[in-house]
């Protein structure tokens, strides 16, 4: 059987460190104001982490509650590598692509920076490459080397300038039995990667016995992201 990468974020053990994000742009050489990966914040309730954003309600970083029975959500966010993708569809050029097991990728050589893949994504996942890249002093540029499958451009250290880019579940390291950076580096073990068609795989374990639930879900683009959900006392939800 084809396999189906997919990831489990357990927002039960996430404590919003971001390191996540700073590892994701490191080993992605992610420019400045540029991230795949981000950490948005809100009331710890099953509907506000299901919804794609924290509540219009709740400022960011404002915990709900009355000091000192405090309580704050943490929602990492990034490509939801959806089996029906938005991007992909309106894509004019097919610069995005969906591979056999689920990995939605840009190609850089095909890009020609439209952005309509930008305005048709619901998580807000893309990025843009406006102008010549700037990296913080003494940041690795030219990190890594260009990798491509199929013969398609899906990384290189140095994005050009109008091109469309996002989490790439690192292609570069699944395709050779690693994990992606962010599931590797995160601390609180807040984060499964694996085959979503193998029932055995502990991220189809973790969906199945703990009620794992895909952000928007009602739009129908089946996203191969999964998150196990708190209430407000920090308990995970049914």
């Not at 406006?130 to 913080?136: G, L, S």
Request: with cysteine; proline share 8%.
């Amino acid at each position: 059987m084809t396999k189906h990468w997919g990831m489990v974020i357990d927002q039960n053990r996430c404590v919003g460190c971001w390191t996540c994000a700073v590892s994701c742009k490191s080993i992605n050489n992610e420019p400045l104001g540029i991230f795949w990966n981000r950490v948005l914040t809100g009331e710890p309730s099953a509907s506000a982490s299901v919804s794609g954003a924290p509540p219009a309600s709740q400022a960011i970083d404002v915990p709900h509650g009355v000091f000192p029975n405090l309580a704050l959500a943490y929602q990492p966010t990034a490509c939801q590598h959806c089996a029906d993708a938005p991007c992909e569809k309106v894509c004019p050029v097919s610069a995005t692509f969906r591979r056999e097991d689920g990995v939605v990728l840009v190609d850089f050589e095909r890009c020609i920076g439209c952005r309509y893949c930008l305005a048709a994504c619901p998580y807000g996942a893309r990025a843009f490459n406006w102008e010549k890249e700037q990296y913080a002093p003494d940041f690795p540029v030219g990190y890594g080397r260009d990798y491509r499958t199929g013969g398609r451009l899906v990384f290189t250290p140095v994005r050009p300038v109008g091109v469309a880019e996002k989490c790439t579940f690192c292609v570069e390291r699944i395709d050779v039995g690693k994990k992606p950076m962010c599931v590797e580096t995160c601390p609180a073990g807040a984060r499964i990667f694996g085959d979503l068609n193998d029932p055995a795989s502990e991220v189809s374990q973790a969906v199945n016995r703990q009620g794992g639930r895909q952000l928007l879900a009602d739009l129908g683009t089946r996203p191969s992201v999964y998150y196990l959900a708190v209430d407000r006392q920090g308990r995970l939800t049914d």
